[in-house]
């Protein structure tokens, strides 16, 4: 149980340099995930920006992810799940449109730009307050690989330990502080876990 993201992210921080992690690089997903990222990067002495990616809903339930889309359009699919539901190909082109776009909004209101930060050639830290299904870390992670980053990092104070095995593939390493039996939700791992605003996740970044 951690008390805040502030304390989580210094938890973090240790384990990463416990683990001889390196990194040039560190990019917290907003906006919950900048408290945590700002201590890592802090430790492990590297800049701090960020990575975007949202959810793809399902059709007539958006809480059900279909996939996650970043803001450059790379986009991860639970191809699983859609042909379960029978959701058409149109649609999911649609929604990965829409979605694409929504993330590129995101990253303009926090880079002022639609460009992602360069990580061509360099050890990024992708960091996130806690995996759930894992659906925007495949996203990002995707995003931060193909676009040529020399290692690439999944940090997070605790993660469902159904879902992170399944995030290997899309890191050279996944690390995490707690794996606890019984996961429902991040949440439930923070005494304090309110919303972080937009504004408040910026201010991180000035620093």
Same mark, same amino acid.
């Given at each position: 149980?951690?008390?805040? /993201?502030?304390?989580?992210?210094?938890?973090?921080?240790?384990?990463?340099?416990?683990?001889?992690?390196?990194?040039?690089?560190?990019?917290?997903?907003?906006?919950?995930?900048?408290?945590?990222?700002?201590?890592?990067?802090?430790?492990?002495?590297?800049?701090?920006?960020?990575?975007?990616?949202?959810?793809?809903?399902?059709?007539?339930?958006?809480?059900?992810?279909?996939?996650?889309?970043?803001?450059?359009?790379?986009?991860?699919?639970?191809?699983?799940?859609?042909? *379960?539901?029978?959701?058409?190909?149109?649609?999911? =082109?649609?929604?990965?449109?829409?979605?694409?776009?929504?993330?590129?909004?995101?990253? *303009? $209101?926090? /880079?002022?730009?639609?460009?992602?930060?360069?990580?061509?050639? *360099?050890?990024?830290?992708?960091?996130?307050?806690?995996?759930?299904?894992?659906?925007?870390?495949?996203?990002?992670?995707?995003?931060?690989?193909?676009?040529?980053?020399? /290692?690439?990092?999944?940090?997070?104070?605790?993660?469902?330990?159904?879902?992170?095995?399944?995030?290997?593939?899309?890191?050279?390493?996944?690390?995490?502080? =707690?794996?606890?039996?019984?996961?429902? $939700?991040?949440?439930?791992?923070?005494?304090?876990?309110?919303?972080?605003?937009?504004? =408040?996740?910026?201010?991180?970044?000035? /620093?």
């Amino acid at each position: 149980m951690f008390q805040n /993201r502030a304390e989580a992210g210094e938890q973090l921080a240790d384990l990463l340099a416990e683990r001889g992690v390196e990194a040039d690089l560190v990019v917290g997903i907003p906006r919950g995930a900048l408290p945590v990222a700002r201590p890592v990067a802090d430790r492990l002495d590297a800049d701090l920006d960020v990575v975007v990616s949202k959810k793809m809903g399902a059709p007539h339930n958006e809480e059900l992810a279909i996939g996650a889309v970043a803001s450059d359009g790379s986009a991860w699919r639970n191809d699983d799940l859609i042909a *379960r539901l029978g959701v058409e190909e149109s649609y999911v =082109e649609r929604e990965r449109e829409q979605t694409a776009q929504s993330a590129r909004e995101k990253l *303009r $209101a926090y /880079r002022g730009t639609d460009e992602p930060p360069d990580v061509s050639g *360099r050890r990024v830290v992708v960091v996130d307050d806690g995996v759930a299904t894992g659906a925007t870390a495949r996203a990002c992670l995707r995003q931060v690989r193909g676009r040529g980053a020399e /290692r690439v990092v999944l940090a997070v104070p605790v993660g469902s330990p159904d879902s992170l095995p399944a995030l290997d593939p899309f890191a050279d390493e996944v690390v995490a502080v =707690e794996t606890p039996p019984g996961f429902q $939700a991040v949440g439930q791992f923070y005494r304090d876990f309110r919303q972080v605003t937009d504004a =408040e996740a910026r201010n991180y970044l000035d /620093r």
